[in-house]
């Protein structure tokens, strides 16, 4: 088995901030939800939000790959994604993760094939693959 390992540092540097280092990146903060804590610092990423765009942004990641194995491309790809997180027996998770894809093709005979690049993609994202919860994937094929 293949393995890849990716190393980070979090720390604490003001009240609920933390603080993400990654070797040769920017370091970002990060804080809680506004749903989590009302005084949370706005404009930060908290948990939730970067659980939900590493899904997202996973699946977009996935289907370049995917795309260049079914000899196919698209113009342009994007996302709507919504996470649901519920509570059960005070144990708050995910309960599924809906991504509404939409892709733009330069003609026709592409459709099919970047339809099935964008199922081969969220079945090898690791992301999706490690997630408890389903991942709903609506898509729309445009040409354009």
């Known amino acids: 088995m293949t393995e890849h390992k990716y190393a980070l540092q979090a720390e604490t540097t003001d009240d609920h901030i933390v603080t993400v280092s990654m070797e040769g990146m920017d370091d970002f903060e990060v804080t809680s939800a506004p749903d989590w804590y009302p005084d949370a610092k706005e404009g930060l990423f908290s948990p939730q939000t970067m659980f939900v765009s590493a899904s997202a942004s996973c699946l977009i990641l996935s289907v370049f790959k995917a795309a260049k194995r079914l000899h196919t491309d698209f113009k342009h790809i994007s996302i709507d994604a919504l996470g ?61």
Do not use: Y
Request: aromatic share 4%; hydrophobic share 40%; charged share 30%.
């Open 84 to 144: 649901t997180m519920g509570e059960n027996d005070d144990v708050w998770s995910f309960a599924k993760i809906e991504l509404k894809v939409k892709a733009v093709v330069e003609n026709e005979g592409q459709i099919d094939k970047i339809s099935r690049a964008i199922d081969l993609a969220h079945k090898t994202c690791p992301i999706a693959n490690t997630l408890k919860c389903p991942t709903i994937i609506n898509k729309e094929i445009i040409v354009g």
